[in-house]
Nanobody
Framework: VQLQASGGGLVQAGGSLRLSCVASGRFLSSYGMGWFRQAPGKEREFLAAISRGGSTVYADSVKGRFAISRDNAKNTLYVQMDSLKPEDTAVYYC????????????????????WGQGTQVTVSS
């Protein structure tokens, strides 16, 4: 499966963005999906995951501000990001996991087999 992330940009603190990740080559419904980010000089960080069955899990740093969702009919993964902070500035990546159960939500890089190219999010203060 190929993943294409989009929707990043420059936003003021307190603003919102919605990122999209379109899957091609295979049906999105076959995969557990996740969002990660990587800021300059930092390791890639888990943000949120959604299982094939629709169960979700979030990192504490984004819980209550970010919402992950999927539209299998459109083969697209989303993350709605509200109340953005300057520390949310990073390159955001979507990822697909082919293993696990129907309700599996991976939190580690190694749980995922396919990655999108990343989209830059910059939050100004």
């Amino acid at each position: 499966v190929q993943l294409q992330a989009s929707g990043g940009g420059l936003v003021q603190a307190g603003g919102s963005l919605r990122l999209s990740c379109v899957a091609s080559g295979r049906f999105l419904s076959s995969y557990g999906m996740g969002w990660f980010r990587q800021a300059p000089g930092k390791e890639r960080e888990f943000l949120a995951a959604i299982s094939r069955g629709g169960s979700t899990v979030y990192a504490d740093s984004v819980k209550g501000r970010f919402a992950i969702s999927r539209d299998n009919a459109k083969n697209t993964l989303y993350v709605q990001m509200d109340s953005l902070k300057p520390e949310d500035t990073a390159v955001y990546y979507c990822a697909a996991a082919s293993g696990g159960t129907y309700y599996y939500t991976g939190r580690k890089d190694s749980d995922y087999d396919y990655w999108g190219q990343g989209t830059q999010v910059t939050v100004s203060s």
